[in-house]
C-alpha cells in the first residue's frame, strides 16, 4: 500500500507540464469569462474579484492596489449606460510556470453615443496563483 501511495503521489507531481499549463489557461479563461459577466450584469465589485488586493494598473495612470482601481472603476463607470456590455477576443494565456501567467487580448465596450459610445483597446495582464486561486497582479490596459 505504501509503494502504491508513493507511486500515486510521483504521478500527481510529476504531472505534464502541458496538463498544468492546459489547467492553469483553462483557470484564467473561467475569471476572464466571470469578469465580462459580473461588467455586463453592473457589479464593479463582482468584475473586481480576479484582482490580487496589492494589483498595479497601468493605464493613463499607475494605480497601486485593489481599492484605488475600483475606485476608479466607479467613477469612469458610474452607470450601466456608461458600462455598456463588454467582451474579450484574441485571448492569448501563456502560463510561465506553475504559479505565473501573461494573457493578452482586446476589450471592447458596446455603449450607446449617449453613453460614450464604442470603446476598447488591448491589455496584457499577469496573473499569480495566489491563495489557490488565480489573480491579476498587473494590468496593463490601453
Given at each position: 500500500m505504501k509503494l502504491l501511495n508513493a507511486v500515486i503521489l510521483l504521478i500527481v507531481l510529476l504531472r505534464p507540464a502541458a496538463l498544468r499549463s492546459a489547467e492553469a489557461a483553462n483557470a484564467i479563461e473561467g475569471e476572464l469569462t466571470a469578469q465580462a459577466q459580473?461588467?455586463?450584469?453592473?457589479?464593479?465589485?463582482?468584475?473586481?474579484?480576479?484582482?490580487?488586493?496589492?494589483?498595479?494598473?497601468?493605464?493613463?495612470?499607475?494605480?497601486?492596489?485593489?481599492?484605488a482601481l475600483r475606485d476608479?472603476?466607479?467613477?469612469a463607470y458610474s452607470s450601466r449606460a456608461a458600462m455598456g456590455k463588454l467582451t474579450f477576443s484574441n485571448l492569448n494565456i501563456r502560463p510561465l510556470d506553475g504559479n505565473v501567467a501573461v494573457v493578452t487580448g482586446e476589450w471592447?465596450?458596446?455603449?450607446?453615443?449617449?453613453?460614450?459610445?464604442?470603446?476598447?483597446?488591448?491589455?496584457?495582464?499577469?496573473?499569480?496563483?495566489?491563495?489557490?486561486?488565480?489573480?491579476?497582479?498587473?494590468?496593463?490596459?490601453?
Amino acid at each position: 500500500m505504501k509503494l502504491l501511495n508513493a507511486v500515486i503521489l510521483l504521478i500527481v507531481l510529476l504531472r505534464p507540464a502541458a496538463l498544468r499549463s492546459a489547467e492553469a489557461a483553462n483557470a484564467i479563461e473561467g475569471e476572464l469569462t466571470a469578469q465580462a459577466q459580473a461588467w455586463n450584469a453592473g457589479d464593479i465589485p463582482a468584475f473586481m474579484r480576479s484582482y490580487a488586493e496589492d494589483c498595479i494598473f497601468v493605464g493613463k495612470q499607475v494605480l497601486h492596489g485593489k481599492a484605488a482601481l475600483r475606485d476608479r472603476y466607479e467613477k469612469a463607470y458610474s452607470s450601466r449606460a456608461a458600462m455598456g456590455k463588454l467582451t474579450f477576443s484574441n485571448l492569448n494565456i501563456r502560463p510561465l510556470d506553475g504559479n505565473v501567467a501573461v494573457v493578452t487580448g482586446e476589450w471592447r465596450l458596446e455603449r450607446s453615443p449617449a453613453a460614450g459610445g464604442v470603446a476598447g483597446g488591448v491589455f496584457s495582464l499577469v496573473w499569480q496563483l495566489k491563495d489557490a486561486r488565480w489573480q491579476i497582479v498587473l494590468d496593463h490596459t490601453t
